[in-house]
């Protein structure tokens, strides 16, 4: 079992030289259907290893920046304290330069990485991929619940929220719907990536809910909606994201492993390491 992200040269794995670290959040203290996001981090640290380290498209090994995996922050407690943790140790790499992945554990974890990067961008905006509107105020007694995370980032940042195909009614109004790309709506447009991109400011912070992709090429997560985007579908929208805004940091959440199916383990590995090949080799070759 092993306890980091990939498999390179340990001369790449420098805390003090690498440009890029990386945070497990084991964390799963709210999730309501499918218990298991807590063992996300490590099934994809595992799948991980698989990876051919070479970048086809961008013709880069974006790996040679040095990629560090920092200890986990997790274990049992109220999502409240989670947040704190994580905002407290994305504030200390933000301070030393470093661009930073949060790998969750379940959706609520990325309030407390959000908070910080807020904190140093100004004007910043929150780009969210998810199936879920996660727009409720407070849910089961808590307003730091799995479903809650984009109505407390919403207090603090402008969001646009893409893939979504559920959703509470009551959450249908707390919302400006023109910053919001469903599903079915986006499917077969091909002028939906530019008037997303368009209401993001020009510092973006993106967290990926997996349940965005439909459950046929990633069954893995706790609360999986048919309908979802493809794996071309998302990579294709991020790469222009990329080029025309200046991702900050991200985050990627809400894996559910099965020990019976590996492949929606290895796709998260590799989403991963593709987004950071945009960001650092943004020149996408032609082939």
């Not at 991929?129 to 849910?139: G, M, N, V, Y």
């Not at 009614?169 to 709506?185: G, V």
């Not at 390491?273 to 650092?280: D, E, F, N, R, V």
Request: glycine share 6%; hydrophobic share 40%; with cysteine.
């Amino acid at each position: 079992m092993t306890n980091k992200y990939g498999n390179w040269p340990k001369n790449y794995t420098n805390l003090k030289s690498a440009k890029i670290v990386i945070l497990p959040v084991p964390y799963d203290g709210t999730s309501t259907w499918i218990k298991g996001a807590d063992r996300g981090p490590i099934a994809i640290f595992e799948a991980s290893a698989k990876m051919e380290l070479y970048d086809i498209e961008t013709n880069s090994e974006v790996y040679r920046q040095g990629i560090f995996t920092l200890k986990p922050i997790g274990g049992k407690g109220l999502p409240e304290e989670i947040v704190k943790k994580v905002k407290s140790e994305i504030a200390k790499y933000i301070n030393q330069g470093k661009f930073i992945v949060l790998i969750g554990g379940e959706h609520s974890v990325s309030i407390g990485s959000i908070q910080a990067q807020a904190q140093v961008h100004k004007g910043l905006s929150v780009l969210q991929l998810d199936a879920h509107s996660d727009l409720r105020d407070e849910f089961n007694g808590s307003k730091y619940n799995h479903a809650c995370v984009m109505a407390r980032i919403k207090e603090i940042c402008p969001i646009v929220q893409v893939g979504i195909r559920s959703m509470d009614i009551s959450e249908k109004n707390k919302f400006d719907q023109k910053r919001m790309f469903y599903a079915e709506r986006i499917k077969d447009n091909k002028n939906w990536q530019d008037k997303a991109i368009a209401k993001l400011t020009d510092k973006v912070y993106l967290t990926i809910d997996l349940d965005v992709f439909d459950p046929a090429i990633l069954p893995s997560t706790g609360t999986p909606e048919p309908g979802g985007l493809s794996w071309y579908e998302v990579l294709a929208f991020l790469r222009k994201v990329n080029r025309n805004k200046n991702i900050v940091a991200f985050d990627v959440v809400e894996l559910c492993p099965n020990a019976k199916e590996k492949s929606s383990d290895f796709l998260v590995a590799k989403l991963i390491y593709k987004i950071l090949s945009y960001k650092y080799y943004p020149q996408i070759n032609k082939f």
